[in-house]
């Protein structure tokens, strides 16, 4: 086991000191300041805008402006008076949105190359001609979504929780303490000139970072950035909100009920800002205590207690200051004084011993397993685009990712002790949330006139596909890329949910759930912590016609991580106890699909349109009923496998 660690440390380090993400970075003379990475692996480009402003910069009073004016940003501009999303949506767009949060406001999209020019011009025209599109009629279409959107969120099961623990954790004032869609009240007294006002303080090019990532070049691109933006006025200079971490002291309880299916304690501390070496430390803390069923809080709550159905551990890491956040759901049944008592010893239990070698071995290389995973796209939440812009926005260097990367590779169980004794051990905020008892009723000027030729749509650049038929049957295809060392598997059983109808309804998603429940040759514990240990990950997901079980491996760490994705495909124990506990959770499920409105239409609807007895008629969240799934036995799964995995 020394020598498989000390393997493992020696490849984490090797590829925290590998991973570089080129660029080179331009700064407009009226301030915007732009970076380009070159990838050359398809014929796409992302742009990724980022506004370095978000609800911090409001005031009582004049809460949820940030996001309000996302999405007004959506609506049009004074040249091109049409939805921006459908206008990008025609050339092809991927990975198409708009964000924001306390901290910065994005807008991003993935585009075929030849219409780099038309993004850059409809970007260009919402940044610096907004004002002139917005009207009160515009404004109030705009609030009416953003509050019915803060209508939705409300009504969802524990949507309310994350403004509640906003407000207590922070003193009355402080640029977090109030929710990024503001209030209701505050929406309603926006003025028209309130959020032009907003647009021309914080929407200037000399508040925004631009990448722009893909098959282009650097100077090409700097060029169509300078014709497009150069015109644009820089926008007024700003002060910036200083660090205000807001450490508690002592301890600090409230509680709630609402219209939720089970009983849940959230526990919060406020901790150090992002970027700070104590909040990266944290960080990997969090995933010790909550990350996975290799975690602290699972094994003791969910795995072996039997108290919880599910545990969490995580760090929000903001810009003036950041939360570490510790969640459980109680299993029906189970008072939440009891899991806060579990979840409380195993805290305490981390204080005093700290971390094991192996549990920092095993996040520090989940952590560059999921920043590899991310980096292997341009664009989108994590990619390329979207690691540069943080890393300048926040921090002020585009290659600051790397500061992290550098401290995950050199954490150590008494740094990531420390920084837990020092932040977790006092300053403490829960709140419990409970059903209700008994509910009752209550210059150089772009052509402005048209639109930008896109130009040819480029022949997309697909690997090559190579196909075989092992002996048994089996069809494999494999499509080769080399941009980074990951290799990833999918295997597509044709049994998915629809295959119920010659079991029992909920058969096929219990199986898919127990495939990592153990092998005839390691337990669950066991073979989730040696993925772990490799950097791997394998999980199985249903679907109406499929089950399909995944590997994404490591290419250093391949012939192991193989190994285990064939012991969980092909010998499966579904062990009687884990598979009890795996019906109960799958029953508590259904209960929440029952309480939430989209996930009852995909539980009501299938009947409706293909009639009772049709294969599609059962709910298509393939859970079943609680009736159906309490009639399973262990060896309905083992006989579900047996019929259906077979190589052929």
């Known amino acids: 086991m020394r020598l498989f660690a000390a393997t493992l440390l020696s490849s984490v380090a090797l590829f925290a000191q590998d991973i570089d993400i080129p660029f080179q970075k331009f700064v407009l003379p009226n301030g915007l300041t732009l970076i380009v990475h070159e990838d050359h692996k398809a014929p796409i480009v992302a742009a990724d805008v980022w506004y370095h402003v978000g609800s911090k910069n409001e005031r009582p009073g004049k809460t949820g402006f940030a996001h309000l004016f996302e999405h007004l940003m959506f609506g049009g501009s004074e040249h091109f008076k049409q939805r921006y999303v459908d206008a990008v949506e025609r050339l092809g767009a991927t990975d198409l949105n708009g964000t924001t949060n306390e901290d910065r406001t994005n807008y991003f999209e993935t585009v075929p190359v030849s219409a780099l020019d038309r993004v850059l011009w409809l970007e260009s025209d919402r940044m610096g001609y907004m004002v002139g599109a917005i009207d009160k009629q515009t404004l ?84 169509k950035v300078e014709k497009y933006f150069g015109e644009i006025p820089p926008g007024p200079p700003l002060e910036r909100p200083r660090v205000s971490v807001a450490k508690m002291t002592g301890s600090r309880r409230a509680s709630m009920q609402d219209r939720v299916p089970q009983d849940r304690i959230d526990k919060i501390w406020n901790i150090p800002e992002f970027g700070s070496e104590e909040s990266d430390l944290l960080d990997l803390v969090s995933d010790v205590l909550g990350a996975g069923k290799t975690s602290r809080l699972y094994k003791r709550l969910v795995y072996d207690d039997q108290i919880a ?85 926040y921090l002020g260097d585009p290659a600051a990712y790397k500061i992290k990367l550098a401290r995950v590779r050199e954490a150590t169980p008494a740094k990531l002790q420390a920084a837990a004794r020092r932040w977790l051990a006092d300053g403490i905020y829960a709140l419990e949330i409970h059903p209700y008892g008994d509910p009752k009723a209550s210059s150089q000027m772009a052509d402005r006139t048209k639109l930008p030729d896109t130009g040819q749509a480029p022949e997309p650049r697909l690997p090559k596909l190579e196909r075989t038929t092992l002996s048994n049957g089996l069809k494999v295809v494999l499509a080769e890329r080399h941009e980074i060392p990951m290799v990833n598997f999918s295997l597509l059983v044709d049994s998915g949910y629809a295959a119920d109808q010659f079991a029992t309804p909920g058969t096929a998603r219990l199986v898919a759930s127990l495939l990592d429940g153990g092998t005839k040759t390691r337990n669950s514990l066991e073979l989730n912590e040696q993925l772990a240990q490799l950097g791997a990950r394998v999980n199985a997901v249903g679907s109406v016609d499929y089950l399909t079980v995944r590997l994404s491996a490591m290419k250093a760490k391949l012939d192991a991580s193989l190994d285990l994705y064939a012991d969980i495909i092909l010998n499966p124990l579904f062990p009687e106890a884990d598979f009890r506990r795996q019906q109960q959770l799958q029953i508590s499920g259904i209960q929440r699909e029952r309480a939430t409105p989209a996930q009852m239409g995909f539980r009501v609807l299938p009947a409706l349109i293909y009639g009772k007895g049709h294969a599609y008629a059962e709910p298509f969240t393939g ?21 259906w995995f077979k190589p052929n």
Do not use: C
């Not at 950041?322 to 109680?330: C, K, L, N, Y």
């Not at 079943?624 to 047996?642: I, M, N, Q, W």
């Open 623 to 643: 859970s079943g009923t609680p009736e159906s799934v309490s009639k399973l036995k262990r060896d309905d799964l083992v006989k579900f496998h047996a019929t």
């Open 140 to 223: 109030d279409l705009q609030r009416g979504v953003v509050q019915n959107e803060k209508r939705q969120d409300e009504n969802e099961p524990y949507g309310i929780v994350e403004e509640i623990e906003q407000h207590d954790t922070y003193p009355s004032g402080h640029p977090y303490s109030w929710s990024t869609i503001g209030s209701m009240e505050d929406l309603n007294a926006a003025s028209l000139d309130d959020v032009k006002e907003w647009f021309k303080t914080y929407y200037g090019p000399s508040n925004a970072v631009l990448v722009v990532a893909g098959d282009i070049d650097p100077q090409t691109v700097r060029q």
């Open 309 to 393: 159905t599910s545990v969490g551990a995580f760090v929000n890491p903001r810009e003036i200051g950041g939360q570490f956040t510790v969640t459980a759901m109680a299993r029906p049944g189970v008072d939440l004084r009891k899991v806060e008592q579990a979840l409380d010893e195993e805290m305490a239990r981390f204080l005093k011993d700290g971390p094991t070698a192996e549990e920092v071995e095993r996040v520090r290389t989940q952590y560059m397993a999921n920043f590899l995973r991310g980096v292997d796209r341009i664009g989108g939440f994590g990619g390329k685009s979207d690691v540069l812009a943080q890393s300048q926005v």
